[in-house]
């Protein structure tokens, strides 16, 4: 019998948004023709790859801390007469670059967030040096790195497409304009060829992905530009795809074709994610945002006179430099009008880099600590009110993981909730409605309603 050519494995650990769980999809794919497999088991990985975030405080001192923990696994392949390369890629790795190799001896590759498709190139170059060459690239390319990815693997029934990356706005706070520079839009051929190729391996459902995803504006099949709502319309005519839903939205990039979608098309998912940040207009202000708590509450208002079953989430930072207990109550007065089913919200922490990290008048932690326990608890309670309120009724849910427990399917209902039933197996990559028989603030918990013969959508009704 031959012996079979051992196959490389890559772990790869990611931290942050959906466009990192993406990116960290998409180095596999780039991976996998030079014969690496991912594995889960650092352990027995060629390749650890950290995908990191820079948008949470002490991001960096993390990634360190984790190259820490890791080493034990480097030394012992090394022990066993083997070779672990580690890789920091990312926005971290954008962020502090040559400093990562400077701190840490045991980093061999530093790969920032818009070079990972050149993998093969500085993979090749460390293989070449039997594993002495420490390689930094964190270039900006002249051409988009999606023009060099290879097709994607299957992602499931609900698949992650990026469409848009990077941003202009340069919120006061926010790091992303630095580490994924300035808007890109894909083109829509190029998006619609990769959502048909999900689909064709079983995918119901896109979420398109974009740091400011509603700003895209990326040349149409046609030949001219197209803006989000127009590319929904046109996605709405690939058969087999029932579900669309987009994020992360700004809400000075809302135009009148979005609402038009969101008034005219089943498939688009009745749920915005929609960061305001902070109720004050001060604040607002400050960080640069752009708009009021009134031109956003507009928002709101027309988005449900147009879908009035529409549910809404938001991102919320407290304690950003100069807000006041005044400020404050502007930010507890929106999450009250608009009463989200969904939220993040985090007390403000400096971004080296950012214009707010220079800024007096930070605010106390203590005050930022009741600010945040009081805002969370407010929508900590605006998300148990909405979930309860689907108590008893009977919603579609397309299942797209196993659950926790034996037997059982995990599902997202049409905002989003996470739905747990038990089912059978063959249900996985469904869309089937689901009488809700639990709500708590996190999850609902339902059973498989029986499938009437004219029953046929299992997507919302308009
Ligand atoms: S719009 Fe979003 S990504 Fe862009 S700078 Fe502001 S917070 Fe950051």
Redesign the pocket.
Known sequence: MSAQKAEKKVHIKTWGCQMNVYDSERMADVMAPMGYAQTDQIGEADIVILNTCHIREKATEKVFSELGRMRVHKRAKEKAGGKMAFAVAGCVAQAEGAEILRRDKNVDMVIGSQAYHQLPEIIADWEKSNGTARIINTDFPAEPKFDHLPPAQPRGPSAYIAVQEG?????S?????YT?GSEYSRPAADIIAEIKTQISYGAREVNLLG??VNAWHGTGTDGKTWNLGTLIFHLAELDGLDRIRYV?S?PNDMHDMLYRAHGEIPQLMPYLHL?I?NGSDKILAA???KHTQDDYRRIIDRMRDIRPDMAFSS?FIVGFPGETDADHRETMKIVDYVGYAAAYSFKYSRRPGTPAAKAGKQVLEDIKDIRLQELQKKLYADQTVFNTAKLGMAIPVLFDNRGKRYGQLQGKSPWLQTVNVIAPERLLGQIVDVKITEATQNSLTGEVIPIAPQISSGTHAA
């Open positions: 941003c202009d706005k340069f919120c706070f926010c790091v992303v304009p994924r740091q400011n992360t700004h960061p940040q960080m640069n945002r991102d």
